[in-house]
């Protein structure tokens, strides 16, 4: 295990600067998940720490002391890509090998090291075949198995799940904490997919544009989302983003969904009479029967069964479309006309101006019927 810290880096190509004067602390043992949209700069940042390219500005300090100019191969670091990267002349077992043969193991030890990660990604039944005899899946955990195999204090996995399919990448995503938690190194880990990221981080760094927009738990991240565009990142279906415009309330201020005012107390009045954003995930609301105080009248106009949940897409009486989450197998609305309950605690009020989250607050449903 060890520490990483990036101060103050900037990497420009051309005239794009690609990381913007970006500092991260990644503490000893913790797994960083890396996440953000194509572009926004996570292989550049670890191909930086890696020691592949060099910053403009900034420092990268790995175990406290000053990497910046040390080559790669002297940074101490295992790396795993989304594209493999074996080598294709090697079984696995040769390729699993190449970080102990670099570090001159007896071959003794080079065996035991192999067959300790192998056991551990469940690959030591292919170790005799030739990559292009290795299944998508195979040549994943061989890739992993390879980055782990040398015990690198600090460990660069690049989207390693990329490439592999949604039945795999399920597993792995399952698997992966306990081979990290197995290894005990503290690991750097780039994904695209917010599931693998509420999965695998302990903390989650939120990149975008070439800097880290938000940093915390992954239960941090979900449950107080800095602005609306990670809030839009995290969660499937996707949350639902309803413009409103809050009125002030003796507690809090009140907004209007289908006519039916919905009061938030303890949001700061200063809101009032202020374009807002009020979001709702989708599991945050619930189909209710018709008369429930606060029952937010909608029609429904599909519905469509996902693995562990089904979504309901429906319409507000301002036509205003809706997603309703909820457990696979547990009854739904009948179509046509319906009622929806919000779960108060879950609501977030945005600036529609600034993006960012003004507030995430308990609140409760008011009197039906007072439309503005
Ligand atoms: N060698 C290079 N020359 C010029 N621009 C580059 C180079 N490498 C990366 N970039 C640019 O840097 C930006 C960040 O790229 P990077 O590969 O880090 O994104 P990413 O967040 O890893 O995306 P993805 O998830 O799709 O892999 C992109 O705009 C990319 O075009």
Redesign the pocket.
């Known amino acids: 295990m060890t520490t990483l810290q990036l101060e103050n880096i900037v990497k420009r ?1 051309k005239n ?1 600067t ?1 990381l913007d004067n970006l500092s991260l602390d990644v503490k000893d043992g913790e797994t960083l998940v890396l996440f ?1 949209p ?7 940042l670890l191909r930086l720490v890696a020691g592949v390219i060099d910053p403009e500005e900034g420092r990268i300090l790995i175990g406290g002391e000053d990497m910046t100019d040390v080559d790669a191969e002297h940074r101490g670091i295992g790396m795993a890509f989304q594209n493999f990267a074996l080598f294709p002349h090697m079984d696995a077992f040769e390729n699993i090998a190449t970080p102990l043969e670099a570090k001159r193991s007896s071959a003794d030890a080079i065996k035991a090291g192999v067959h300790r990660v192998a056991k551990l990604l469940k690959i030591d039944h292919v170790l005799t075949h030739r990559p292009k005899a290795l299944s998508n899946g195979q040549k994943q955990r061989t890739a992993l198995a390879r980055a782990l195999a040398g015990s690198p204090p600090l460990l660069l996995l690049d ?1 390693p799940l990329r490439n592999v399919d949604a039945k795999l990448r399920f597993e792995m995503r399952l698997e992966l904490p306990r081979v990290l938690a197995a290894q005990g190194a503290t690991v750097v880990y ?1 994904t ?1 997919d917010y599931k693998e990221a509420m999965a695998l981080g302990d903390r989650i760094a939120v990149m975008s544009d070439g800097r880290i927009r938000q940093i915390g738990t992954p239960e941090d991240i979900y449950n107080a989302p800095a602005d609306i565009d990670i809030a839009r990142l995290f969660g499937d279906p996707t949350i639902n983003l309803l413009d409103v415009t809050p009125n002030a309330e003796a507690d809090g201020v009140s907004v209007l969904l289908s006519d039916v005012r919905i009061v938030l107390p303890g949001i700061p009045a200063n809101t009032a009479g202020k374009s807002c954003v009020i979001g709702l995930r989708p599991e945050a609301l619930r189909f209710v029967p018709a008369g429930t105080p606060g029952a937010i009248p909608v029609s429904v106009e599909a519905e469509t069964p996902l693995n562990e949940k089904t979504v309901t897409l429906a319409l507000t009486v301002r036509g205003r479309e809706i997603l309703v989450s909820r457990p696979a197998g547990t009854p739904g609305p009948a179509s046509g006309s319906a009622h929806i309950a919000v779960d108060c605690a879950s609501a977030f009020l945005f600036d529609k101006e600034t993006g960012a989250l003004i507030a995430r607050h308990g609140s409760h449903t008011g009197t039906q019927g007072e439309a503005a």
């Open positions: 190509y794009h690609v953000g194509s572009g926004a700069g996570k292989t550049v989207d780039v695209q």
